[in-house]
C-alpha cells in the first residue's frame, strides 16, 4: 500500500487497508464494514480491533508493506498500527518505508527485538553489491576503476548509481558519460533530485539547504551565522527525522554534512537561484570558523573561494605554531602551496616556516633555495632589530635541519656552532630546535655523550618556551640514543613521556607516526613481536612521508624482522637491502 496526503484521516485509511487486507486474505472487508461506519472515533477503534484480531489469526505467509508511511500523521491512526503491530501473529510480517522516523514506539520495538531498522547506511551499496549490479544492469563493460569513482561519487546511494546506470545506457551511439563527469551536477541527477526531493520540501527547508551547501559540515550556531537568522535546529532536526541526506558526524548530533551528491546538487542549484553567494557564505564560515577557534577550516573556506590576500594572512599567523609546535607539516604545505607566488614573498616568516616542512618531506633543495631567498630580503645593513634576528636564527636553523635531513650531519654540526654564535638570546624555541638538531647529528654519529647533553637542553628550552614540539622530539632522540647504546631499560621513561606528551598533541601528523615508530623499535629490540606489530601498524606512515633517515632506517628494520617472524624471507631480505640503501 502506497501511502499519500488522501490517507491523512483514519476513515480514508482504513477504507484503503482494508481493502489491501482483505485481498490478501487476512480480513474479510465486508464483515469488518458491516460491524462499523467509520464514522466515528468508536467505530474506528472497532474497526482496528477487528483488524487486529484477524491479523493474530493469519496462519499463511503474508507480507504488509507501508510505503511513505510518514504520510500519516492522525493519533487514531497510528495507534491503531501500533496495536496491529503487537497483535500480528508470526506468519505476518510488516515492511516500513518512511522518511521520518515512525510514531510506534519503535526504540522499544528495537530493545525487544520485534523490530529491525535499516537506515539509508544500511542500505548503500557496498562494492561487490555495485559490481553485481552494474553486471546484471548494463550490457557493456564498466572498469573496476569506474565502479570505484561511482561508489566515492554516491556514498553507495541506490538511485544515484541507478542513474547513473541509465545515463550511461541512454548515452549509446553518442559520447559516453565519464564516470568522472558524473556527480551531483549532471543532468540526470539535478532532474531526479530536483523533481522528486527538492520541489517537495517547504520553502524555508529549500532556503536551508541552499544556504549551507557549500558548507564541508555544519552545526546549529554555524548555520545561524550563515543566515542571520534563528530556526536552524529545527532545520536540522527536520531534515534528520526526514533521512535527507543529511549525515551525522558525531554521536552528540552536532555536526554534520550533505550526502556527496546532494551537496553537489544544492550548490548547483544555488548557482542558478543567485539567492544564497557561494563567496559570501564561505567568507562568513571562515569569520566564524576563525572565531571559534577552528583554524584549518577557517583558511580551507578562504582558499575555496579564492581569497588568497586573507588566507596568506591567516596561514602567516597560523604557521609558527603548525611548523613549530604542532608540527603539522602536510597541512602547512597544503596550504601554502595553494597560495600564488606573489602572496607567498609578502610573508618571509612564513616561508621558512614552509622550508622547515619541506625538510621533513626530504624536499631540501626546495628548502635551501627558501632560505636564500629570506636572507637576501633581510639583507638590508642596520637593522638590528629582534624580528630580523630572530627570523635569521630561524633561517640557519632551518638550514642546518636540511642537512640533518640529508644526513650531513658535519655540515649541520658547523651551522650549528655558527648559529649559536651569530643568535645567542634568540627566540627560546629556535634554541631548542637547534639542541634538537645537534643531539641527532651526535647520536648518528655515535657520539652518545653529547647527544644526551644536547637531549637535556632541547627538552629545558622547550619547557621555557611551552613547545610541546620541542620537548617530545628531544625525547624522541633520546629514546633513539638510548636504544642505540642497548639501554632498553633506560629508553623507557623519554618514550612513555613522548607517548603521553604525544596524545595531547592531536594536530601534529608527524610527532604520532615518529613516537609510535619508536616504540615499535623499542618493542622489537626487546623481542616482543606482538607489540612492536602494533605499534608499527600505527606509526608505519612515517616511512613513506616524513625524513630524516635515522627514523627511516628503524622502520625498514622493524618491518624487515616483522617480515622474517612471518616467514615472508623474500620480502625481508628486500627491506634489509631498502634499509641499507638509505645509508
Known sequence: ISLDDRDKTPSQFLGYFCEMLSRAGVIDQQDVFQQTGLTNTEDIDLAFSLINQAAARVSFPTAVFLDDFQALQDVQILAGLSGFLDAKSENLRVFIAARAQPELQMQKRVMTGSFIRLDHESLNFQKSEAEAFFKKSMSENITPEDIEHLLQSTEGWAAGLQIASISRKTAAGQLPLIPSEFSGASNQVVQYLSDNVFQTLPDDIQDFLLATAPLNRFCSDLCRHIRGRKGNAAALEWLLDHNLFLVALDNSGTWFRYHHMFAEFLMHTAR??????????????????????????????????GDHPNAAQLIAELSPQLARQKGDTVTLIRWIESLPEAERQLYPAMMLDYAFSLSFSLDTERALDIVRDVRTHFAAPGDASPARKDTLAYADTVEALTFAARDACNEALRLIGKARQDWAGADTAILGILSNIAAYCHMTKNQSGPAAREVVDARMSGLRSGSGYVSIWADCIDTMVLCRAGDLEGAKEPLNRALLEVSKERDSDLLLLLVQLLAAN???????????QAHFAAGAGFSTSFGPVEPLIVSHTIRAWIAAQSGASETALQLVENGIGLG
Open 522 to 532: 623499542r618493542a622489537y629490540l626487546s623481542g616482543d613481536i606482538s607489540s612492536a
Open 272 to 305: 542558478k537561484t543567485r539567492h544564497h553567494p557561494r563567496e559570501d557564505i564561505c567568507q562568513r564560515a571562515s569569520d566564524w570558523c576563525r572565531n571559534n577557534g577552528l583554524m584549518d577550516e577557517a583558511v580551507d573556506y578562504l582558499l575555496t573561494i
